[in-house]
C-alpha cells in the first residue's frame, strides 16, 4: 500500500510554474514558449482572443517538443553539432556583413548571439541527423530513372513552352519561430520597411554581377526555393500567363537576365503587398518530346524519386520518433481543463 502511495503521488506531481511540457523528463519552459508565440505574432496589430492565442500556443508548443524529440535522437547517436561546428557557421554568416551590421541585425530579430548558436547547433544537429538516418538511406539507380520515364513518357512532352524559374523573395510577414528562417544568413526582413531596403540592396549586389544562387541561398526567405538557390523549377506558359505582371516580365527576358523588383500580393487578386520578389529566367523549353538521354531530364527524374523517397522516410521516421517519447504537455492540459469547465 506504501508503495502504491508512492505511485500515485509521483504520476501526480505538477511540474514547475514556469514549464509547460517534457519530452522524456527534459523540461520545455514556459518562457521558450511565449518568446517563439510572441515571435508568431509579429508586428500584428490584432490583438487575439484568448482561444486564438491559446490555439497559436498548442502549436507553437507541438513545434518545440518535436524539435526536442529530434535533438534528443542525434544526442542519442552522438549527432549533436559541436561547438567548433557552430562557430564555424556563424562566422560564414558573419562573412558577408560588418560586425555593426551583423549585431544590428540580431537586434532586429529579437535575437542574442547566444540564441542564434542555439538555433544554428539545432539546425547542424537536424541536418547531420537527417544525412545519417534518411540520405544515406535512399539511392536511385540508372534502372530507376530509366523505368520511371518509360512510365511517364508523356510528362516530357511539352506541348507548350516551359519557363525554368528561380527567384529571391523577401517578404514583409515575421517568421514564426526563428529557426524557420532557411537561408544561410538567418536573414529575415520583420516589417515592410525592412522588405524593400532589403530586396533593394539584393538587386543591387545582382546588377553589380554576384552569383544570383549564391545570394538566394544567403538571403531569399522562401523555405522551398532558398536552400536550393532559388531554383522554383518550370511552369508552362500558360500557368505563367495566369500572372500578367509576372508573365510580362519573364517573357522579356532571355537566358540567365533577371527582372526588376516585383511586389508579391498577399493572394490572387488582392491589392495588399506581403513582400517582394526577383526572379531569373533559368531556361525557356520549347514544345516537343524530351528524350532519356537529355541530362535535364535524368537529373529532374532523378530528383523527384529521390525527394519523394526522402519524404516518405522522414514522415515514418518522426512518427517513429514521437511513438518512442515520453511526451507530458502540461499546456494542453490546462488548456483542456480551463475549456471543459
Do not use: W
Not at 34 to 59: F, H, I, V
Not at 93 to 108: C, G, I, R, T, W
Not at 305 to 316: H, W
Amino acid at each position: 500500500m506504501l508503495l502504491l502511495t508512492f505511485v500515485a503521488v509521483g504520476c501526480n506531481r505538477q511540474p514547475a510554474a514556469d514549464v509547460v511540457a517534457t519530452v522524456n523528463g527534459k523540461p520545455i519552459a514556459k518562457a521558450e514558449l511565449e518568446k517563439y508565440y510572441k515571435g508568431q505574432l509579429g508586428d500584428s496589430q490584432q490583438t487575439p482572443s484568448q482561444e486564438q492565442a491559446d490555439s497559436m500556443r498548442l502549436n507553437v508548443l507541438r513545434g518545440l517538443i518535436d524539435e526536442e524529440i529530434f535533438q534528443q535522437r542525434a544526442a542519442k547517436m552522438n549527432l549533436t553539432a559541436t561547438n567548433e561546428e557552430v562557430d564555424a557557421k556563424v562566422a560564414e554568416m558573419k562573412a558577408p556583413v560588418s560586425e555593426e551590421q551583423f549585431n544590428q541585425h540580431l537586434k532586429d530579430s529579437g535575437l542574442t548571439l547566444d540564441d542564434l548558436k542555439r538555433d544554428v547547433r539545432r539546425s547542424l544537429t537536424s541536418e547531420k541527423l537527417l544525412n545519417k538516418e534518411i540520405n544515406s538511406r535512399i539511392t536511385v539507380s540508372d534502372g530507376d530513372v530509366s523505368s520511371y520515364y518509360n512510365l511517364h513518357k508523356a510528362e516530357f512532352n511539352l506541348v507548350e513552352t516551359n519557363y525554368h524559374l528561380a527567384q529571391i523573395i523577401v517578404t514583409s510577414q515575421p517568421a514564426q519561430q526563428p529557426q524557420q528562417v532557411s537561408n544561410l544568413q538567418a536573414s529575415k526582413a520583420a516589417n515592410d520597411t525592412e522588405a524593400k531596403k532589403k530586396i533593394q540592396a539584393l538587386k543591387n549586389r545582382l546588377d553589380s554581377g554576384e552569383d544570383f544562387g549564391t545570394l538566394a541561398m544567403n538571403f531569399s526567405e522562401s523555405p522551398q526555393t532558398a536552400p536550393n538557390g532559388g531554383d522554383m523549377g518550370f511552369f508552362t506558359e500558360s500557368q505563367l500567363r495566369s500572372d500578367v505582371d509576372l508573365f510580362s516580365a519573364i517573357s522579356k527576358l532571355t537566358p540567365g537576365k533577371v527582372t526588376d523588383i516585383i511586389p508579391v500580393p498577399e493572394g490572387p487578386g488582392s491589392k495588399r503587398v506581403i513582400g517582394y520578389a526577383i526572379f531569373k529566367l533559368v531556361s525557356r523549353e520549347p514544345a516537343g518530346q524530351r528524350n532519356l538521354n537529355d541530362p535535364a531530364v535524368q537529373q529532374a527524374i532523378r530528383q523527384q524519386l529521390k525527394d519523394g523517397r526522402s519524404q516518405l522516410l522522414k514522415n515514418a521516421y518522426f512518427e517513429m520518433l514521437r511513438d518512442e517519447a515520453k511526451v507530458r504537455n502540461y499546456f494542453a492540459e490546462q488548456v483542456f481543463k480551463n475549456e471543459s469547465k
